[in-house]
T-cell receptor
């Protein structure tokens, strides 16, 4: 069965600090997809990134970067120079190749990030 | 283009009553998912629709829960004889395909059962 673990329940940083959110996953499939979603106080889940299991290239998008390492089953997310607007709950999620239930997202429990001035 | 929309945004009901929650997916998306977010259980999958295929109901917690999708577009999640433990945010997501594509979420319906 697939599983996603986000061990950090809550992180508090001061604006402009860098912060890394950890995500560790478990799956028996060789083909799978990993996601990060942001849930701001408004409540809507906002898609950030999707990676497939065959693409271990790290990704950078502005202040956001993602480090995918199959050897450690991790897909960590780093925010550089954090801002107050980054305050939200961040979810890591996993889906497996295939149709039906295989494509459902299995979410971690989320990491609440609080950025203060 | 418009994103996934859900209605109502908030619903308060009394224990034992039936409720209907509506989801309008992104136009052209063939896959539609329902999830539930509650304090105790986190985000959990409920049901999945893909095109005209029979829905995958494996995540529904009890037979009080049902869902349908009419015309391959709008979906309705129905909860009969609501219980207090049904209180949660119900999220709908759609994707252009199953299995490989990104799911985009609506704003959710917050259900409170008194």
């Amino acid at each position: 069965a697939q599983k996603v673990t986000q061990a950090q329940t809550e992180i508090s940083v001061v604006e402009k600090e860098d912060v890394t959110l950890d995500c560790v996953y478990e799956t028996r499939d060789t083909t799978y997809y990993l996601f990060w979603y942001k849930q701001p106080p408004s409540g809507e889940l906002v898609f950030l990134i999707r990676r497939n299991s065959f693409d271990e290239q790290n990704e950078i998008s502005g202040r956001y970067s993602w480090n995918f390492q199959k050897s450690t089953s991790s897909f960590n997310f780093t925010i550089t120079a954090s801002q107050v607007v980054d305050s939200a709950v961040y979810f890591c999620a996993l889906s497996e190749e295939g149709t039906g239930t295989a494509s459902k997202l299995t979410f971690g429990t989320g990491t609440r990030l609080q950025v203060t001035l | 283009g418009a994103g996934v929309s859900q209605s109502p945004s908030n619903k308060v009901t009394e224990k034992g009553k039936d409720v209907e929650l509506r989801c309008d997916p992104i136009s052209g998306h063939t896959a539609l998912y329902w999830y539930r977010q509650s304090l105790g259980q986190g985000l959990e999958f409920l049901i999945y629709f893909q095109g005209n295929s029979a829905p995958d109901k494996s995540g529904l917690p009890s037979d009080r829960f049902s869902a349908e999708r009419t015309g391959g577009s709008v979906s309705t999640l129905t909860i009969q004889r609501t219980q207090q433990e049904d209180s949660a945010v119900y999220l709908c997501a759609s994707s252009s395909d199953s299995g490989t594509d990104t799911q985009y979420f609506g704003p959710g319906t917050r259900l409170t059962v008194l």
